[in-house]
């Protein structure tokens, strides 16, 4: 089975850090761009963070560049994201999937999605 799966989600309060971690099952993630999107109630997924199969290219929307950084470990079939500053605007939850097309945020181009991890970011 095809599938990845997220962990690393958690509450934390404004300003503060999580480290996501997505690992591939049943698949080489080597072979595929990987991006991070969230979801929050009542809202469409939308694309935080995307990386090259190479780490050549990374791609962040400007709600979250300079605070989250993308990075993979091709031989731990992983790609991790770091996410700094956090505001309750970052609140969701967060899955990763993969890519055949270039790196890009829209969601319709990923497929082998996860279950998700909630990342809660509140006072």
């Known amino acids: 089975q095809l599938q990845l799966v997220e962990s690393g989600g958690g509450l934390v309060q404004p300003g503060g850090s999580l480290r996501l971690s997505c690992i591939a099952s049943g698949f080489n993630l080597g072979s595929y761009s990987i991006g991070w999107f969230r979801q929050a109630s009542g809202q469409e997924r939308e694309g935080v963070s995307c990386?090259?199969?190479?780490?050549?290219?990374?791609v962040y929307p400007d709600s979250v560049k300079g605070r989250f950084t993308i990075s993979r470990d091709n031989a731990k079939n992983t790609v991790y994201l770091q996410m700094n500053s956090l505001t309750p605007e970052d609140t969701g939850v967060y899955s990763c999937?993969?890519?055949?097309?270039?790196?890009?945020?829209?969601?319709?181009?990923?497929?082998?999605w996860g279950q998700g991890t909630q990342v809660t970011v509140s006072s």
């Open positions: 999937g993969r890519t055949v097309f270039g790196c890009n945020l829209y969601a319709g181009h990923f497929t082998s």
């Open positions: 990386i090259s199969h190479s780490s050549h290219t990374t």
